[in-house]
């Protein structure tokens, strides 16, 4: 199957090492810093950009870029992926080494969380080691102080010889002296002179031993001292970057190999291995360095974190609680989107009426107004005015969640079962990624190191219903399986879907397992979830960027689709293949097989032309069936509910369709993105044979079974 | 000797332990030395998730959850 560092994605990290810069006099400045610390949101405070953030560890997994201004200077800003240290052992860990060690930045910002500041200070320290020319960050101060540990700015930027600046990058606070002292770093107005960490005696003499020699080679390029301490380390990955890099390969020169091995005499002698004592040296001397400089007011200062989780990941109310907060998200979003989408469509139906009769006026011939407003128009119309509610709805709230912290609590609830699937507890991060957009949810499948595991989250990502194919779910539910039930309509409807998404799930973790029986062997690799704490979410923000980045953004892409699938439909209702329409020719050869699923010819279809996007399906079904000239207006869910039941719907239909929606082959854009993720056209297939495949074994195991039974 | 060295997974939640020796490898050692975890750290534990595993652990002011299979490679000493 062959995981090589091409297969897993690697490669397109790799490609992130490139610096997009328009001029020389620019500054390069990069961001480092724990998972989950801010950096995210001190880049977008620094550039203005809108680099997504959210509160989990891993949110940035590719490397962003950005600009900004300071004393008619450009600052080129990287947002590099949020690493605990720099010793290489992930993907993740080793572009951002690279990128510090070989790109060297002008200027690198360590972003630190100060709530937790003993183990960042781990990452900061060894950055310490590879360059001088560093700003420390301390951002999230103003959490700091609610849960009031005090934090000495002056003693710590004293202490660790490089400038400290206090930061609560949500509110914008401390950024202008941030970038001042970034400027006067990048300036030389500010000369470092950072903290070295000594280690014992025996390592300090082997560094000795190899230092003159590694500097002479190296020629300043990188620090000396650090290239000896990774070579005595026997880091075999640090080799190939200094080859590719500099050039230059130390495994064929013999005096350094004769000298290196002098100096693992020294090292040799030592009880316990090189990368340990390296590692706790650093650790006990950020230790030291937080004894001194912060102070904690109480003792106890997440209390109120500990009885949210209590409640949220307790053994009797963790899953329940899970399972009711979706619910109610489906339940708000089906509620609050009736209303919206009734008005919109029939504000659309309005504009169609006055088009016509534009076209009318204007003598233009009865094709063009086909095509134009029949075909593109009328297409354009069904895909705003049922996606664009739902997800105005859905992606605020989901948001919300992401915003306070609570995903990771999902994962946490629910590792036990992706692990007994020989599966990665990180999925359930990027499953919920999936609920948005799946080509979303394979690329934060970067988040898992593991390469076995992260193709199982790339294949099984699907499962999860995006946005594109909520709506179309809850369209089904609203007219078919929640019908006229009063009061409680959206209730089921909300339910149903919850149903949907438990099924989902369930087929996730079903198929990882049997992927980690077969064609993924293999055993679940090590696991470690940091659950970060709560914080509060900043509604505001939270509106304007789901609604803009998210919301707009799907919208966009899915029109841009709608209108070519709109004018294709209507030229395959209108031109004729002898005596029947494309249309019909395609849906009768589609027909016998579709039944077979419990579907008809044209659902069929409509699932085959909604390829570019899952949100064109409802609207070509909906077109294709209004061409049979069972009806010509269509301006409410229950004139949908007739056109369908006319076309001969029964719930049964209702249920595969929706089976299928949950179950068949992703859209285009998300196969192009596992081509890329996987850099395999295999995996790219596998990932659309699996879920289709699925979804016909279920549509008709469903099918058939209702039909023998005589329910449907 | 009164204190017990025992595997971490083991430690009855709401307790706090010192780490006295690390028995992982390979990646897992180094992602475990990563989190602060060395000989002598404090660490409590929180609460099991509701299905029994991972359990989530105080670490140097960081809440993180570990598998049992990570936590039984880390012999710790009760407090």
């Not at chain 1, 030592?270 to 390296?278: G, H, S, T």
């Not at chain 1, 709608?562 to 030229?571: D, N, Q, S, T, Y």
């Not at chain 1, 027909?591 to 579907?599: E, I, K, Q």
Request: proline letters at 4%; a neutral charge.
């Amino acid at each position: 199957m062959g995981l090589t560092c091409q297969s897993t994605g690697l490669g397109s990290l790799q490609e992130m090492l490139k610096v997009n810069s328009d001029s020389p006099d620019n500054i390069v400045i990069a961001l480092a810093g724990n998972p989950n610390t801010g950096k995210s949101t001190v880049f977008n405070s620094l550039t203005g950009l809108k680099q997504h953030t959210g509160n989990w560890p891993g949110k940035t997994v590719s490397k962003a870029q950005g600009s900004y201004i300071y004393q008619d200077k450009k600052f080129i800003v990287v947002d590099l992926p949020g690493t605990y240290s720099l010793f290489a052992n992930s993907a993740e860990e080793e572009i951002a080494r690279n990128f510090l060690c070989f790109i060297q930045p002008d200027v690198t910002v360590v972003v630190l969380d100060s709530t937790c500041l003993e183990r960042n200070l781990n990452l900061a320290l060894q950055i310490l080691e590879i360059t001088r020319n560093v700003v420390i960050c301390l951002n999230l101060l103003d959490e700091a102080e609610r849960k009031k540990i005090n934090v000495n700015l002056q003693k710590l930027a004293d202490q660790l010889g490089v400038p400290v600046i206090g930061t609560n990058a949500r509110d914008g606070v401390g950024l202008q002296e941030l970038k001042a002292a970034v400027y006067r770093v990048a300036k030389g107005e500010i000369t470092n002179n950072p903290l070295k960490i000594n280690y014992n005696e025996q390592i300090e003499k082997a560094v000795e031993l190899l230092k003159p020699f590694i500097e002479k080679i190296v020629n300043g390029r990188i620090n000396a001292r650090w290239a000896a301490l990774r070579l005595l380390d026997g880091d075999k990955n640090i080799l190939d970057a200094l080859n590719l890099y500099l050039g230059f390969d130390f495994s064929l020169n013999s005096d350094l190999e004769k000298l290196l091995r002098d100096a693992k005499e020294y090292v040799s002698s030592i009880d316990i291995n090189m990368r340990d004592l390296v590692v706790e040296s650093i650790i006990k001397q950020a230790e030291a360095l937080c004894a001194e400089t912060v102070v904690f007011k109480t003792e106890q200062q997440n209390l109120l974190d500990r009885k949210i989780d209590s409640i949220l990941t307790s053994k009797i109310w963790g899953i329940p609680a899970m399972l009711a907060m979706l619910g109610v998200v489906f339940w708000v979003t089906i509620k609050g989107a009736n209303f919206p989408s009734a008005m919109l469509a029939s504000g659309f139906d309005y504009l169609e009426g006055v088009l016509t009769e534009l076209f009318l006026a204007g003598g233009a011939p009865s094709w063009l107004h086909g095509v134009l407003v029949l075909g593109v128009y009328k297409t354009l119309a069904w895909v705003v005015s049922v996606m664009l509610p739902p997800m105005a709805i859905f992606f605020p709230l989901f948001t919300l969640l992401e915003d306070l912290g609570y995903l990771p609590r999902v994962a946490f609830n629910m590792d036990n079962f992706f692990k007994k699937a020989s599966a990665h507890g990180k999925q359930v991060l990027t499953m919920c990624m999936g609920f948005g957009c799946n080509a979303a949810g394979i690329i934060a499948c970067r988040i898992i190191d593991s390469p076995r595991e992260r193709l199982i989250a790339v294949i099984t990502n699907n499962f999860v219903p995006c946005n594109g194919r909520f709506p179309t779910l809850i369209a089904l539910t609203s007219i078919f399986i929640a019908y006229n039930l009063g009061p409680f309509q959206s209730l089921w409807a909300a339910l149903s879907i919850l149903a949907v998404v438990v099924l989902g799930v369930s087929l996730t973790l079903f198929i990882s397992k049997i992927l980690s029986r077969t064609i993924l062997k293999g055993l679940p690799s090590s696991f470690t979830l940091e659950l970060p704490p709560y914080r509060k979410p900043q509604i505001g923000r939270i509106i304007i960027r789901s609604i803009f980045d998210r919301t707009l953004f799907v919208l966009f892409r899915a029109v841009m689709v709608a209108a070519p699938a709109g004018f294709v439909i209507w030229l395959m209702a209108n031109l004729n293949l002898g005596d029947i329409s494309i249309l019909n020719y395609c849906a009768a050869f589609l027909d016998p097989f579709a039944r077979f699923l419990g579907l008809d010819g044209f659902i069929l279809m409509a699932f085959i032309l909604g390829l570019p996007a899952n949100e064109i399906v409802i609207p070509i079904l909906i077109m294709s069936y209004m061409s049979q000239g069972a009806m010509l207006e269509l301006d409410s869910l229950f004139m949908m509910r007739q056109l369908f039941l006319d076309s001969g719907w029964t719930w049964l239909t209702a249920v595969c369709t929706m089976l299928f929606v949950l179950n068949h082959w992703p859209c285009a854009t998300t196969l192009l993105t596992i081509r890329k993720e996987t850099q395999s056209f295999k995996w790219a297939f596998l990932s659309f044979l699996i879920p289709t495949i699925t979804g016909m074994i279920i549509c008709f195991t469903v099918a058939q079974v209702a039909r023998l039974l005589g329910l449907a | 000797m009164t204190e017990k060295i025992i595997p971490l997974h083991l430690l009855p939640t709401g307790s706090f332990c010192k780490v006295k020796e690390l028995r992982a490898l390979d990646n897992m050692r180094r992602r475990l030395l990563d989190l602060g975890l060395i000989n002598g750290t404090l660490v409590e534990s929180l609460r099991r998730s509701p299905s029994g595993d991972p359990t989530a652990y105080q670490i140097r002011g960081a809440v993180i959850a570990l598998r049992s299979e990570e936590a039984s490679n880390i012999f710790v000493e009760r407090v």
